[in-house]
């Protein structure tokens, strides 16, 4: 079994804050992990400013 929804979401927050500046490769990771498959791979990633 992987890991539940909070596990995985208390991780990216882990990630956002010892990240100042996410780069395109960190956000694809986080993406695929959480198994979101952007619909144009070329489009720039989706801002959150919160995260930031």
Sequence with gaps: ???T???MWEWAEQQA???PAWTDER???VN???GI???D???PPQ???EAA
């Design 37 to 39: 498959r952007l619909a």
């Design 1 to 3: 079994m992987g890991p």
């Design 47 to 49: 801002q959150y400013p």
């Design 17 to 19: 804050a010892s990240t």
């Design 32 to 34: 695929a992990i959480f």
């Design 41 to 43: 791979e070329q489009r």
């Design 27 to 29: 956000w694809q990771r």
């Design 5 to 7: 929804p909070d596990e």
